[in-house]
């Protein structure tokens, strides 16, 4: 596994960008194979976790997270 500054990974590299209460927080996912659906609303439900008021362990913040996929996916699957 590889885990040099913002990038964790081997055969999947995922790379962080961005800072907390900045205007975006983003990621890069290098590897994932082409042809898998992906819709930004499955990545919404596991960010919706993160919601004030969901947990006990669950952030204060009141920030709006939204999620928005900008490349690498085409008609619902990854490219």
Same mark, same amino acid.
């Given at each position: 596994? /590889? /885990? !040099?500054?913002?990038?964790?990974?081997?055969?999947?590299?995922? @790379?962080? &960008?961005? =800072?907390?209460?900045?205007?975006?927080?983003? !990621?890069?996912? *290098?590897?994932?194979? !082409?042809?898998? =659906?992906?819709? =930004?609303? *499955?990545?919404?439900?596991?960010? *919706?976790?993160?919601?004030?008021?969901?947990?006990?362990?669950? @952030?204060?913040?009141? $920030?709006? *997270?939204?999620? $928005?996929?900008?490349?690498?996916? &085409?008609?619902?699957? @990854? @490219?």
């Amino acid at each position: 596994m /590889l /885990l !040099a500054g913002s990038s964790i990974g081997h055969n999947l590299v995922l @790379t962080s &960008f961005g =800072e907390s209460h900045g205007k975006c927080v983003g !990621a890069v996912l *290098d590897g994932c194979p !082409a042809g898998l =659906e992906l819709a =930004e609303k *499955d990545i919404q439900k596991m960010l *919706d976790l993160r919601r004030p008021g969901q947990s006990l362990v669950s @952030t204060q913040r009141k $920030e709006g *997270d939204i999620v $928005e996929i900008l490349s690498g996916v &085409f008609r619902g699957y @990854t @490219t």
